[in-house]
């Protein structure tokens, strides 16, 4: 059974910083491309970013704007998101879940029971 758990959100400052980290298992975390998503209230869960297996290949959201990174270490079984320069639009749950594309397909909200609960993080003006 797949499980992914989130942390690293919070409360912070626009224009301020976070990182994010998953762990995930049950798979074999190396073979797999992975993504970042998240929900604010009222809206629909999108994409934000997402990494291939071997780390080389990243997708963003427009919205990110080169503001974010996404990175993974697969001898941990982790995924991390990198948030810089945030704004008060930022704000929201955030999960993380493999998904079966990279590039522009990998940001697609995929259909899954493995979704973790997600770290909040919220961005006061």
């Known amino acids: 059974q797949v499980q992914a758990v989130e942390s690293g959100g919070g409360l912070v ?15 074999v975390f190396g ?3 992975m993504g970042w998503f ?11 970013a997402c990494i291939d297996w071997t780390g080389t290949i990243e997708t963003y959201a427009d919205f990110v ?13 982790t995924v991390y998101l990198q948030m810089n320069n945030l704004k008060s639009e930022d704000t929201a749950m955030y999960y993380c879940i493999p998904v079966a594309f990279i590039g522009t397909r990998g940001l697609r909200v995929p259909e899954s029971n493995a979704w973790g609960k997600g770290t909040q993080v919220t961005v006061s003006l």
């Open 13 to 27: 400052q626009a224009g301020g910083s976070l990182r994010l980290s998953c762990t995930v298992s049950g798979l």
């Open 31 to 33: 073979d797999v491309n």
């Open 38 to 48: 998240r929900q604010a209230p009222g809206k629909e869960r999108e994409g934000v």
């Open 65 to 77: 704007e080169g503001r974010f990174a996404i990175s993974r270490d697969n001898a941990n079984n």
